[in-house]
């Protein structure tokens, strides 16, 4: 069965930094594309940042320049490299699979969703 587990959440300070990875098994990792949602308490879920297979990215208007979103198709890995945190960056961390058929920038396109690591920022 397909698996997502991430890890690299933590307690950091405002201006420190964090980098979360998502190891992937069960799947042909290079057929599908990747992303990083997170959801705040009371908030909904919002995408953070995503790859597709082909290695384009995206990322939402309130993190670029902050983070960066990588792969690695030989260790089946999804990383997302977080600088210049803040505190309105606190939340659970989720990374999720779509189908390289399918897009990546909608939530609803993603069929695998891994149990989230918690990423908290102090002020």
């Known amino acids: 069965q397909v698996q997502l587990v991430e890890s690299g959440g933590g307690l950091v300070q405002a201006g420190g930094s964090l980098r979360l990875s998502c190891a992937a098994s069960?799947?042909?990792?290079?057929?599908?594309?990747m992303g990083w949602f997170r959801q705040a308490p009371g908030k909904e879920r919002e995408l953070v940042a995503a790859i597709s297979n082909g290695g384009s990215t995206y990322y939402a208007d309130s993190v670029k320049g902050r983070f960066t979103i990588s792969r690695d198709n030989g260790k089946n890995t999804v990383y997302l490299q977080m600088n210049s945190l803040k505190p309105e960056d606190t939340a659970v961390y989720y990374c999720?699979?779509?189908?390289?058929?399918?897009?990546?920038?909608?939530?609803?396109?993603?069929?695998?969703w891994g149990q989230g690591t918690q990423v908290a920022v102090s002020s």
């Open positions: 069960g799947l042909t990792f290079s057929w599908y594309h």
């Open positions: 999720a699979a779509a189908r390289r058929s399918r897009g990546y920038t909608l939530a609803g396109e993603y069929e695998y």
